[in-house]
C-alpha cells in the first residue's frame, strides 16, 4: 500500500490519473523556512519530517512525502500567506527564470527505512500585468501553491518553457518516485500498466498488416486529437480561403473514403506559421485531425502532388503512428494524457509537450510505411501515385536550396532516394541504379 503524507490535491490527482492505488495521511508538522537553508536542503529535510510523522501513525506501508519551494536568486517562496503575498510572488516570478524544488521522502512504515532526494526544475514564465495576475486569481486560488499558479491548469498559459521534471512542477516527480519506490521492491512501472493493459486491446491493423497494442480506445484517441489540434491553432494561424480549403476538402474526401480507418470523422485544416510563411509541412494527430501548410498547398501545384501528401498524412492515421509515438515516449506516464484530453486540455503543458513531439515527427521506419500505403490510397483515390514521386523531386530541390528549418516535411523523414524507391515498389515501377543512392 502506497500512503501519501500529503493534501495537495495535484499530488492526488497525479497518482489516481496513473491508477495507483493510496491512502492519505495527512502530515502534522511544523516545517523549517526559507532561512533554514539552502532550498534542496529545506525541501528534502520537510520532506522527512512529513513522512517521518505519517509513517509513526501507520503500521505498514510505504509512505510517500513531498515539499516544495520556489528559489529565485536568494529568495524562496513556499506557500503565500495571503492574496497580497500572492501578488508579489507571482509578479516577481514572473519577471525572471526560477527553480522550483521538491523534496520527496519516502519510508517502510514496518521497518523504519528511509529515503530522501530532491528534484530541481528551471520555469520562464511570461512577465504578468498586476490585471492578468488579478483575473487569474478569480479563477485560481494561489494559496494552496508553492510560487502562487499551477501549471495543469490556468497557470500552464504563463509558461513559456520549463527545463526539467514537468510533473515535478505539478508537485510530483513521478519519475524520480519511481525509481525511490523501486529500491523499496515496489514497481510503479508495473502497477500503472497493470491497470493500462487492463483498458488496452490487441488488435490487427488493416494498414500495415500487423498485430498492435494500444492502450488508447478510438474515443480516447479523439480526445486526444481534439487537444492537440487546439495547440497547433493556437500556435499557428488558421487559413480560411474558401478556395484553397475547396480544394483540400475534395481531395481529403476522395482520399478517406479509400482509406483503411473509416470509424473516424477526418478533420483537415490549413495553417500557416507567420514567422515562416514559406513553410512546406502538413501534420497528422490521433483521431484524424490533419493540417496542411499553406505553402505546401501552393508547391503541390496539382490536386494529384496534393492528394498524395494528404494520403501521406492519411495512412499515418490509419497506423496510428502518432498514438504508438506518444505511448513510447511517455512511458508510465502515458496515462496522464488521458486524463488531460477529459479535463481542460487546451491549457495542459503535457499536451503542448506531446504535440511538440509530434511535430519533430515520426520514425524513418514509420514515413516510409506512411509512403507506402499513401502510394495505395492515391492510386484507389483515382488520382495518379506517380505524382508522389514528382512532389518528393520537388521537395528535395527546395531543400537543397534552401537552409533548414526548425519544423519541415524534412525533420526526420528518409533520404528522398529511399521513399521515392518504396513508393514506386508499391506501384509496380521499375527501380533504378540512382534510386539506391542515398541522397538528402
Same mark, same amino acid.
Given at each position: 500500500? !502506497? &500512503?501519501?503524507?500529503?493534501?495537495?490535491?495535484? $499530488?492526488?490527482?497525479?497518482?489516481?490519473?496513473?491508477?495507483?492505488?493510496?491512502?492519505?495521511?495527512?502530515?502534522?508538522?511544523?516545517?523549517? @523556512?526559507? #532561512?533554514? #537553508?539552502?532550498?534542496?536542503?529545506? %525541501?528534502?529535510?520537510?520532506?522527512?519530517?512529513?513522512?517521518?510523522?505519517?509513517?509513526?501513525?501507520?503500521?505498514?506501508?510505504?509512505?510517500?512525502?513531498?515539499?516544495?519551494?520556489?528559489?529565485?536568486?536568494?529568495?524562496?517562496? #513556499?506557500?503565500?500567506?495571503?492574496?497580497?503575498?500572492? $501578488?508579489?510572488?507571482?509578479?516577481?516570478?514572473?519577471? $525572471?527564470?526560477?527553480?522550483?524544488?521538491?523534496?520527496?521522502?519516502? &519510508?517502510?512504515?514496518?521497518?523504519?527505512?528511509?529515503? +530522501?532526494?530532491?528534484?530541481?526544475?528551471?520555469?520562464?514564465?511570461?512577465?504578468?500585468?498586476?490585471?492578468?495576475?488579478?483575473?487569474?486569481?478569480?479563477?485560481? *486560488?494561489?494559496?494552496?501553491?508553492?510560487?502562487?499558479?499551477?501549471?495543469? @491548469?490556468?497557470?500552464?498559459?504563463? !509558461?513559456?518553457?520549463?527545463?526539467?521534471?514537468?510533473?515535478n512542477v505539478v508537485g510530483l516527480p513521478v519519475a524520480r518516485m519511481a525509481r525511490m519506490l523501486k529500491k523499496f521492491g515496489v514497481s510503479l512501472l508495473v502497477m500503472v500498466w497493470g491497470v493500462a493493459l487492463g483498458g488496452c486491446a490487441?488488435?490487427?491493423?488493416?494498414?500495415?498488416?500487423?498485430?498492435?497494442?494500444? +492502450?488508447?480506445?478510438?474515443d480516447q484517441e479523439v480526445k486526444m486529437g481534439r487537444s492537440l489540434s487546439a495547440q497547433i491553432e493556437k500556435h499557428y494561424t488558421v487559413i480560411q480561403d474558401p478556395e484553397l480549403n475547396d480544394r483540400l476538402d475534395q481531395v481529403a474526401?476522395? +482520399?478517406?473514403?479509400?482509406?483503411? $480507418?473509416?470509424?473516424?470523422?477526418?478533420?483537415?485544416? !490549413?495553417?500557416?506559421?507567420?514567422?515562416?510563411?514559406? /513553410?512546406?509541412?502538413?501534420?497528422? =494527430?490521433? #483521431?484524424?485531425? &490533419?493540417?496542411?501548410?499553406?505553402?505546401?498547398?501552393?508547391?503541390?501545384?496539382?490536386?494529384?502532388?496534393?492528394? %498524395? +501528401?494528404?494520403?501521406?498524412?492519411?495512412?499515418?492515421?490509419?497506423?496510428?503512428? *502518432?498514438?504508438?509515438?506518444?505511448?513510447?515516449?511517455? @512511458?508510465?506516464?502515458?496515462?496522464?494524457?488521458?486524463?488531460?484530453?477529459?479535463?481542460?486540455?487546451?491549457?495542459?503543458? @503535457?499536451?503542448?509537450?506531446?504535440? =511538440?513531439?509530434?511535430?519533430?515527427?515520426?520514425?524513418?521506419?514509420?514515413?516510409?510505411?506512411?509512403?507506402?500505403?499513401?502510394?495505395?490510397?492515391?492510386?484507389? %483515390?483515382?488520382?495518379?501515385?506517380?505524382? /508522389?514521386?514528382?512532389? =518528393?523531386?520537388?521537395?528535395?530541390?527546395?531543400?537543397?536550396?534552401?537552409?533548414?528549418?526548425?519544423?519541415?516535411?524534412?525533420?526526420?523523414?528518409?533520404?528522398?532516394?529511399?521513399?521515392?524507391?518504396?513508393?514506386?515498389?508499391?506501384?509496380?515501377?521499375?527501380?533504378?541504379?540512382?534510386?539506391? !543512392?542515398?541522397?538528402?
Amino acid at each position: 500500500m !502506497i &500512503i501519501l503524507a500529503s493534501r495537495s490535491k495535484a $499530488r492526488r490527482k497525479i497518482l489516481k490519473d496513473l491508477g495507483i492505488s493510496f491512502r492519505v495521511v495527512v502530515a502534522r508538522v511544523k516545517e523549517h @523556512g526559507p #532561512g533554514a #537553508g539552502p532550498p534542496a536542503r529545506i %525541501a528534502k529535510a520537510n520532506a522527512l519530517l512529513k513522512a517521518r510523522d505519517a509513517a509513526g501513525r501507520v503500521r505498514r506501508g510505504i509512505v510517500v512525502a513531498c515539499d516544495t519551494l520556489v528559489c529565485q536568486g536568494k529568495k524562496i517562496y #513556499g506557500k503565500p500567506r495571503d492574496l497580497a503575498d500572492a $501578488r508579489r510572488m507571482l509578479a516577481a516570478l514572473s519577471r $525572471r527564470p526560477h527553480r522550483l524544488y521538491t523534496g520527496i521522502a519516502v &519510508i517502510d512504515a514496518r521497518s523504519g527505512r528511509e529515503i +530522501v532526494d530532491v528534484e530541481e526544475t528551471r520555469i520562464v514564465m511570461e512577465p504578468l500585468t498586476r490585471s492578468e495576475i488579478g483575473r487569474y486569481f478569480k479563477k485560481v *486560488s494561489p494559496l494552496d501553491k508553492a510560487g502562487a499558479f499551477d501549471i495543469r @491548469g490556468r497557470g500552464g498559459l504563463f !509558461i513559456r518553457r520549463i527545463e526539467g521534471c514537468y510533473f515535478n512542477v505539478v508537485g510530483l516527480p513521478v519519475a524520480r518516485m519511481a525509481r525511490m519506490l523501486k529500491k523499496f521492491g515496489v514497481s510503479l512501472l508495473v502497477m500503472v500498466w497493470g491497470v493500462a493493459l487492463g483498458g488496452c486491446a490487441t488488435e490487427f491493423n488493416v494498414a500495415t498488416k500487423r498485430q498492435d497494442l494500444m +492502450v488508447y480506445s478510438t474515443d480516447q484517441e479523439v480526445k486526444m486529437g481534439r487537444s492537440l489540434s487546439a495547440q497547433i491553432e493556437k500556435h499557428y494561424t488558421v487559413i480560411q480561403d474558401p478556395e484553397l480549403n475547396d480544394r483540400l476538402d475534395q481531395v481529403a474526401q476522395r +482520399v478517406t473514403a479509400v482509406c483503411d $480507418r473509416k470509424e473516424l470523422l477526418y478533420r483537415f485544416g !490549413i495553417i500557416e506559421d507567420e514567422e515562416d510563411k514559406d /513553410m512546406v509541412n502538413a501534420v497528422s =494527430l490521433p #483521431g484524424g485531425y &490533419i493540417y496542411v501548410f499553406k505553402n505546401l498547398m501552393k508547391t503541390a501545384e496539382t490536386d494529384d502532388e496534393l492528394a %498524395a +501528401v494528404v494520403a501521406h498524412e492519411v495512412a499515418h492515421v490509419v497506423a496510428r503512428h *502518432s498514438i504508438k509515438r506518444l505511448q513510447a515516449i511517455w @512511458g508510465y506516464n502515458a496515462l496522464t494524457l488521458l486524463a488531460v484530453g477529459a479535463g481542460d486540455p487546451e491549457l495542459a503543458s @503535457g499536451v503542448q509537450q506531446a504535440y =511538440l513531439h509530434l511535430l519533430m515527427g515520426y520514425s524513418q521506419e514509420d514515413e516510409l510505411t506512411a509512403d507506402q500505403i499513401g502510394a495505395r490510397y492515391t492510386k484507389e %483515390a483515382g488520382y495518379d501515385p506517380e505524382a /508522389m514521386i514528382t512532389f =518528393l523531386e520537388k521537395l528535395r530541390q527546395i531543400d537543397k536550396k534552401e537552409s533548414p528549418r526548425s519544423y519541415t516535411y524534412w525533420r526526420t523523414h528518409p533520404y528522398v532516394s529511399s521513399r521515392i524507391r518504396t513508393t514506386k515498389q508499391e506501384i509496380g515501377e521499375q527501380i533504378s541504379f540512382e534510386d539506391y !543512392i542515398n541522397t538528402p
